[in-house]
């Protein structure tokens, strides 16, 4: 069915600008459950999707009290959950963080920690938890680290000058106590992936970390996030003529919790690259969020879509 519905991309949850019906996705098994930590970040990237940075609390620190919340309603409801990731601004500046870390290894899930590794990493309380909770639960937590590039100059001109030596301390610290390590990357900095792969693949092996760089799970590459970029919206026609299929997407096998600056209660959203607009807000409840998810946002199209890129492991 066409139908003439805007002058505008992604204005509409059931129409795209050419009057065709957008494509949604189903979700087929919550695998991975997200949290927000907060917004706040001990650094201000250049180009951050989520507009972290040292006074950016839109997104204040969630609590342990609140996580465990939605984990019991996971087991009231018997989803299928393996994986929690835990996302910023900085996870390491959430003064639950170990606490939180903790309650989801406890209950058996594999825990994801995104952080750029840096100084709220290396504080003394952070480290001598981490190194407890990886001798009691070992290869369930992983840190995946951001290292957008494998130059220093070129990644300190998108995080600030020094923070690539910084976050490799942090990753030697991590390597010295055998704590699990991934790497995110921007496929943005290199129009050839393999190249790019062979670069980290040097790094890594130069400082002796246990990452493999050909593996898209462990060394992650991220294609740019843009609100203005100019991509096509994506039509229930495009999964065939693209030859992809909605259940390789985020929102069909995952969702993240955020607390609002100002909320009462925290909301679960459609996935992590959405966290402020309302459209993709579900509610407060897991079980009001298990719903069909309509890709009306130019990051459905370009990270997810055509990116064919994800923030679970």
């Not at 949850?13 to 957008?22: C, L, M, V, W």
């Not at 019991?72 to 929690?84: A, D, F, Y």
């Not at 009691?136 to 990644?155: M, T």
């Not at 496929?187 to 992936?193: A, L, P, R, V």
Request: aromatic share 8%; net charge neutral; hydrophobic share 35%.
């Amino acid at each position: 069915m066409i139908k003439s519905v805007s002058l505008n991309k992604f204005n509409n949850p059931d129409y795209t600008i050419s009057g065709e019906r957008r494509a949604k996705v189903e979700l087929k098994s919550l695998k991975t459950l997200w949290f927000n930590t907060g917004t706040l970040c001990n650094i201000e990237c250049k180009n951050c999707y989520i507009k972290s940075s040292p006074t950016n609390d839109d997104l204040v620190y969630i609590k342990v009290a609140e996580v465990q919340k939605f984990i019991n309603e996971v087991s009231k409801l018997s989803l299928p959950v393996r994986e929690i990731g835990l996302t910023g601004g900085e996870p390491f500046m959430n003064p639950d963080i170990t606490k939180i870390i903790e309650l989801c290894l406890c209950k058996g899930f594999n825990v994801l920690v995104l952080s750029n590794a840096m100084a709220p990493m290396m504080r003394k309380k952070i480290k001598s938890d981490l190194i407890k909770l990886n001798d009691q639960y070992g290869d369930q937590i992983v840190i995946r680290v951001s290292l957008d590039h494998w130059d220093c100059v070129k990644h300190d001109a998108e995080r600030g000058l020094g923070t690539f030596e910084k976050t490799i301390e942090g990753m030697r610290w991590l390597n010295k106590h055998n704590i699990k390590m991934a790497v995110a990357g921007r496929s943005e900095f290199s129009d050839n992936k393999q190249t790019a792969r062979m670069a980290y693949n040097e790094l890594f092996r130069l400082h002796n970390f246990k990452i493999d760089a050909f593996n898209p799970s462990e060394t992650v590459l991220f294609p740019e996030l843009e609100e203005n970029a100019e991509v096509p919206e994506i039509t229930e026609s495009c999964w065939n003529i693209l030859n992809k299929s909605p259940n390789d997407l985020m929102c069909s096998n995952s969702r993240m919790v955020v607390k609002r600056k100002g909320a009462c209660l925290p909301s679960v959203v459609a996935c992590t690259l959405l966290p402020y607009d309302l459209e993709f807000d579900l509610g407060t409840e897991l079980k009001n969020s298990l719903k069909d998810v309509a890709l009306n946002h130019v990051h459905c199209s370009k990270f997810c879509v055509l990116g064919g890129a994800s923030c679970s492991a």
